[in-house]
């Protein structure tokens, strides 16, 4: 409904007949009926009218039955109040919506109480093997105290540092740069 108009006539259409249905039909077939939702097609010329039944079965069929039959008197009604060239046809059509929701609340109900008992069975239960299974990277620490550290390799560190002049080089760089200049 991106038709801005459309939804004005909706809107209409779905107070005039929820106004009629409230003074009610002289058909004893109709039950307790709730208007949910009006949908009007762009060009005004068709209206879906979705509606639920309180009741069991049998009053469903027997109000959607009601209303089949009041269709055109409904029509009228709607065309005399409208006020627009065209009254678009009327389909009532029966609104699942609070069934499907009612069965969507039994589904998350269940969850919870699986959720509930899984939650009771963790409640005294141990792992099976170490707690966390993992190998961790060893630390500083734990290297030292294993004395994992090697003081033989002392002979690759140059120590050379205190022979080097302002610019960070050393005595031997330094003759290899006369030599070439």
């Given at each position: 409904?991106?038709?801005?108009?459309?939804?004005?006539?909706?809107?209409?259409?779905?107070?005039?007949?929820?106004r009629r249905l409230?003074?009610?039909?002289?058909?004893?077939?109709?039950?307790?009926?709730?208007?949910?939702?009006?949908?009007?097609?762009?060009?005004?010329?068709?209206?879906?009218?979705?509606?639920?039944?309180?009741?069991?079965?049998?009053?469903?069929?027997d109000t959607a039955?009601?209303?089949?039959?009041?269709?055109?008197?409904?029509?009228?009604?709607v065309g005399k109040?409208?006020?627009?060239?065209?009254?678009?046809?009327?389909?009532?059509?029966?609104?699942?919506?609070?069934?499907?929701?009612?069965?969507?609340?039994?589904?998350?109900?269940?969850?919870?109480?699986?959720?509930?008992?899984?939650?009771?069975?963790?409640?005294?239960?141990?792992?099976?093997?170490?707690?966390?299974?993992?190998?961790?990277?060893?630390?500083?620490?734990?290297?030292?105290?294993?004395?994992?550290?090697?003081?033989?390799?002392?002979?690759?560190?140059?120590?050379?540092?205190?022979?080097?002049?302002?610019?960070?080089?050393?005595?031997?760089?330094?003759?290899?740069?006369?030599?070439?200049?």
């Amino acid at each position: 409904m991106s038709n801005p108009r459309a939804g004005k006539v909706a809107e209409r259409i779905h107070q005039i007949i929820a106004r009629r249905l409230d003074k009610g039909l002289r058909d004893p077939r109709l039950g307790f009926v709730t208007i949910t939702e009006v949908r009007v097609t762009g060009d005004l010329q068709s209206a879906s009218v979705f509606y639920t039944v309180y009741g069991d079965e049998a009053t469903q069929t027997d109000t959607a039955a009601a209303l089949k039959a009041a269709t055109g008197m409904l029509r009228s009604e709607v065309g005399k109040q409208l006020g627009t060239r065209l009254t678009p046809t009327l389909e009532f059509i029966h609104d699942e919506l609070p069934s499907s929701a009612e069965h969507l609340n039994e589904l998350l109900a269940e969850a919870k109480r699986r959720d509930d008992a899984a939650r009771e069975l963790a409640v005294g239960a141990t792992y099976a093997g170490e707690a966390d299974p993992y190998e961790k990277p060893r630390t500083l620490e734990d290297a030292v105290e294993a004395d994992d550290f090697d003081d033989d390799d002392d002979s690759e560190i140059d120590d050379d540092f205190d022979e080097e002049d302002e610019d960070g080089l050393d005595e031997e760089e330094l003759e290899d740069d006369e030599e070439r200049d």
